[in-house]
């Protein structure tokens, strides 16, 4: 990932292969901002910042994306190169030599929602303001612009449906109310009012200036919420979200067993073009929306999901091991865990996919720092604070790092039911402290303190 980063600011981003092979084209996925961006923004936020500037500067070709395809606000293309117009191929050689359209561009809609999501992530880790105010606030409001467009009422149930898309789970091709994409929605829609009536309390003025430039009206702000309320989430009582409308009713087909990297072994009765009929699943997507909003879903929701999903996924996606990983290991499936993540570090190391030569996959590596960050370290931020819940593998002695959390370097030291932390580096000249919460324990931390936290 280091070497996949532009050092500086030359206006690119990171491909779904890195620079290490042309599958894909050099191309631009959601891969950046959901698996490799928390690297970033938590190592080097500069970078990361760039990151975020690659799509804002595209935000005009977006802007006309969605328009193209009948919507308002912004869409980003499934696939990205540097002009920012979708490059998504239209059609494709199938496994069995027929020529296929591909659907990604007009429905893989949840794109929108993820870049939304790396932008939030940002703000909440760096609480850099300046980027909000001049690049992320009118992002995220055009983003929200495309959810209402989006949707559509269904008068009898009172409430708003995300049709015809495809979500994380690619086996499908067209679905209405992905829970994923419809969550992602309901979010952006959420955090787009939030971020206006935050800026409306601290900093009114420059929110004059942004409303000004993009014509947003205060009752579009109204709208935003009414609908966020109202969007279709399907969940069961017992906590069990269904992945999209319908998927229940699929022909029940669970994987039965594992081969010797631990991966899934498909299942003999079903055939690849059969998947849809399934409820075989491509690669995490109810368990993502766990991963990325873990602090909104239960550790019941959370257990019953897993367990469910877990033996319907068939991870043929790199992008898939890693939130699995981080999910068993807030369910205290350690052993478990430690088996997704040792698969995700081999992907590229042992070709588990067997297309290694064609480029490695960014966002496994991107997942590997994610499982050890928010997985072994328990990295989250909660209500502004940054937490850590560690749980080392078994054999695991000591676990050192340092990240960047609202512009001061932090290292941890983390060993066996005992963690260290102190400040490196801090941009902020005297600041009160930083509050962490460490084996759900708070502390202020002070520069040139080092803070010793016992698991109680
Ligand atoms: O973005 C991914 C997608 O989720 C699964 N197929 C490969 C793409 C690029 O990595």
Known sequence: MLVAAPPKDIDTSIAAKTLTGEWYKGHVFWDTEVFILPFFIFTQPEIARNLLLYRYRRL?????????????????????????????????????????????????????????????????????????????????????????????????????????????????????????????????????????????????????????????????????????????????????????????QKREVTIREWDNNGLPVWPDEVSLAEAKNTQLVKQADVILLLQLFSNEFSTSTKEINYKYYALRTTHKSSLSLSSYAIVALELGEAERADKYFKQAVKTDFSDIYGNTELGVHAAALGGVWQIIGYGFAGIKIKDGILKLRPALPENWKRLNFRLWFKQALIEFDISRNVTEAFIVKDKILRRKGIELEIYDQKHTLYSGEKITVEER
């Open 60 to 248: 005009k070709q977006a802007r006309e994306g969605a328009r193209a395809q009948g919507y308002k606000g912004t869409l980003w293309p499934w696939e990205s190169a540097a002009g920012g117009r979708d490059e998504t191929p239209q059609t494709w050689v199938n496994f069995d030599g027929t020529i296929i359209p591909v659907y990604n561009s007009a429905r893989e809609h949840h794109i929108v929602g993820d870049v939304v999501y790396g932008i939030s992530l940002y703000h909440r880790a760096t609480s850099d303001e300046a980027f909000m105010l001049q690049y992320g606030a009118e992002m995220v409001f055009e983003a929200a612009r495309f959810w209402v467009s989006r949707v559509t009422y269904n008068p009898e149930k009172d409430s708003y449906e995300v049709k015809k898309v495809i979500g994380p789970n690619e086996f499908q091709e067209c679905v209405n109310n992905n829970s994923y994409t419809n969550a992602l929605a309901r979010w952006t829609l959420k955090y787009a009012v939030e971020l206006y009536s935050h800026f409306q309390n601290n900093h009114p003025r420059k929110l004059k200036v942004i409303t000004k430039k993009m014509g947003l009206k205060p009752e579009e702000v109204t709208d935003w919420k009414e609908i966020a309320d109202k969007i279709v989430f399907l969940i069961l009582t017992n906590g069990l979200i269904e992945e999209f409308e319908g998927y229940f």
